[in-house]
Every structure is written in structure tokens, then in C-alpha cells.
């Protein structure tokens, strides 16, 4: 299954993240703590690997940084018992849920879509391909992320309010989920602004790494 779904950026299959799934995170920006998950989608085109640059997009004044764990999809389906939920995971990567506030702050205001927030090219910088048995208990993994060297998210997925299983098992009610599909489980606290030729390291417990810079 894994060798299948190390392509998932060349395959170019959909990610559907989810937003405010630390009960943290929600509150550190003011937001209603869900009682169900709430689901965006990022294109394809917003994924970079490690080597090419974050792009702070067009009149953006304002870029966040968050750090997701993300999960591979490694077999299809559709309308997934919670308790079947695993066996469709091929494994994961580490993400960066880049999201242009000003952007998110001005639509929530009026009620639209968050799609340049949270869609625009360089948006989804991902790690390559994490096997199953490098994450061990991806219930309970550490996530951090460093700005220039300073620490500003440190957190476990054990704080997530819907879990990997549910989350899967809710997703594919409403949208087929294929092999090779992303899903971003949302982010801890400590989300803020990052500029032009800042340094981000971010980190899945001791395992994985990764880092981009910051580009106009």
C-alpha cells in the first residue's frame, strides 16, 4: 500500500483539511469551539515540497503558519464505518497549513467562502511520505514548529477534538475519499505571522522534519 501512496503529490489527488480541531486553537482565535468538524478543501497546486519556497500571496498582510499532521489515503471509499476508519490509511506526512488571515478575518466578517485564505499556491508544504510505523500512535504525536528558531506551536494530536477514525468516517459521508487523498487534522495553539525570509522548522515528535523559507 505505502509504495502506492508515496505519489500522492503526483497523482494529484484532493485534500480536505480540517479547521479548528484543537479546542486551543479554536479559543486562541476567538472561534467557537465545534461540535462537529468543519471542512475546506485546498487544491492540488497548493502543494510544495521541501526546496521550494512559501509565497506570501497578493496583498496578503498578514500569513499564519499551522502545523498539521496529515493523513494519507491509501484505500478508497465511501460512507466509512468509524470503526473500519483505519484500514484505510496508508500512512501520513507532516503539513503546513498556511493561511493568509487577513484574507480568513475579512470573509468570516462577510459570511464567504475561506478559499484564497486557505487555497493559494505554496499553501500546503508537505513532508515526503511517512510510513505507518515511523508515526507509531498517531493519537498521540507530538507536533511543534519553530520561526526562525524560536518555538511558537508545540502540541499532541491527543488534544484533537474528533479523531483520525471519525474524521475519515465523517469525510467520506459526504465525499469519496480516493487513494492518495490528503486529510490536514487541524492545528494546536501558538498559529501566528510569518514574513519574507522567515525560516520554518517543523517537526513530528523526533522523526520528521521539515523547513521552508519565506518568500515575497
Known amino acids: 500500500m505505502a509504495s502506492k501512496v508515496q505519489q500522492f ?15 486551543a486553537h479554536a479559543e486562541e ?15 492540488t497546486t497548493s502543494y510544495i515540497s521541501q526546496g521550494q519556497a512559501i509565497k506570501i500571496p497578493p496583498t496578503c498582510t498578514s500569513l499564519h503558519h499551522e502545523v498539521e499532521l496529515g493523513v494519507v489515503i491509501g484505500r478508497g471509499g465511501s460512507k466509512i464505518p468509524e470503526s473500519k476508519a483505519m484500514e484505510h490509511v496508508g500512512g501520513y506526512v507532516l503539513a503546513l497549513d498556511m493561511t493568509a488571515r487577513d484574507f480568513q478575518d475579512e470573509a468570516k466578517k462577510k459570511g464567504q467562502p475561506w478559499t484564497l485564505a486557505k487555497g493559494f499556491d505554496t499553501s500546503c508544504p508537505v513532508s515526503e511520505f511517512i510510513s505507518m ?17 524560536a518555538t511558537k506551536q508545540d502540541g499532541n494530536t491527543k488534544d484533537m477534538i474528533f479523531s483520525i477514525p471519525y474524521l475519515i468516517s465523517y469525510i467520506s459521508d459526504y465525499f469519496t475519499l480516493e487513494e492518495g487523498d490528503v486529510v490536514l487534522t487541524g492545528t494546536p495553539s501558538g498559529v501566528g505571522p510569518v514574513k519574507e525570509g522567515d525560516t520554518i522548522e517543523a517537526g513530528l515528535g523526533n522523526s520528521v522534519t521539515i523547513k521552508f523559507q ?3
Open 9 to 23: 503529490r503526483q497523482v494529484g489527488k484532493k485534500i480536505v483539511a480540517v479547521g479548528r480541531n484543537y479546542k
Open 29 to 43: 482565535l476567538g472561534n467557537v469551539v465545534p461540535t462537529k468538524p468543519i471542512l475546506f478543501l485546498k487544491p
Open 133 to 149: 510505523e515511523t508515526v507509531g500512535d498517531p493519537a498521540n504525536t507530538r507536533l511543534w514548529l519553530k520561526v526562525n528558531g
Open 214 to 216: 519565506v518568500e515575497q
